[in-house]
């Protein structure tokens, strides 16, 4: 059974520093999207992608967040400046469209010190 | 605004209990909704979905969930729990709009007792 792929399953980076989150999502879904969920909190929408562009982002999703789709097959979360409210769970997503089942990621542990 | 409330942070049932955890939504059009279930240190499952037709609808793992507009709930409910049920669950409701985003409760922790 197909299935949504991240890495690095876990990240620990000082603040300031960017990090690239990565994720392979089923190869016939056309939307895309991160979330994340901090310790001991709900999972919360940072950003939806279709035809390479984002089509929604949260408030949290500010300058310092980017998504890419470089290649085929991969679905990259940057963020430049890390700071240490970034420290959660990263999870990527995919779905066949926009009210399809959301197939999800085992999820990015991302500490920030 | 669009928001799911899961009243219970964490239950306690007893295997082969039955088991029910609420969900309320609050939408501004019929509302397509989701239950997941995350294990420790796991990604999201699907357990089961509700975007039209039969308000009760069966999922994976013996779990069913009933749509209730009138009470804008989406119960979770599953007959006699196993020990592996132990896990997190997430209701969630696709928001408005054509982009996917899903908006999702607080979670409710399952602790099952032998």
């Known amino acids: 059974e197909p299935e949504v792929t991240q890495t690095p399953s876990h990240q620990v980076t000082q603040m300031g520093q960017e990090v690239i989150l990565r994720c392979v999502p089923i190869?016939?879904?056309?939307?895309f999207y991160w979330y994340r969920q901090i310790l001991g909190q709900k999972v919360e929408f940072l950003v939806s992608?279709?035809?390479?562009?984002?089509?929604?982002k949260s408030e949290i999703f500010d300058d310092q967040f980017s998504v890419e789709r470089p290649d085929g097959s991969n679905f990259t979360l940057k963020i430049r400046s890390t700071k240490l409210e970034d420290s959660a769970m990263y999870f990527c997503?995919?779905?066949?469209?926009?009210?399809?089942?959301?197939?999800f990621g085992p999820g990015t542990r991302l500490l920030v010190l | 605004a669009q928001s799911v409330t899961q009243p219970d942070i964490h239950i306690t049932v007893s295997e082969g209990a039955s088991l029910e955890l609420r969900c309320n939504y609050s939408y501004g059009a019929t509302p397509y909704l989701f239950w997941y279930v995350q294990s420790p240190g796991q990604g999201l499952q699907l357990l089961l979905k509700?975007?039209?037709?039969?308000?009760l609808v069966q999922g994976i793992k013996g779990f069913e969930a009933e749509f209730k507009r009138s009470q804008s709930s989406f119960n979770l409910r599953k007959p006699s729990v196993h020990w592996s049920d132990a896990a997190e669950y997430f209701c969630a409701v696709g928001a408005l709009g054509n982009t996917g985003k899903l908006i999702f409760g607080q979670g409710t922790t399952l602790q099952v007792k032998p």
């Open positions: 509700y975007f039209s037709g039969d308000t």
């Open positions: 190869s016939n879904h056309l939307y």
């Open positions: 992608f279709y035809n390479n562009e984002i089509s929604e």
């Open positions: 997503a995919s779905s066949r469209g926009p009210q399809e089942t959301q197939y």
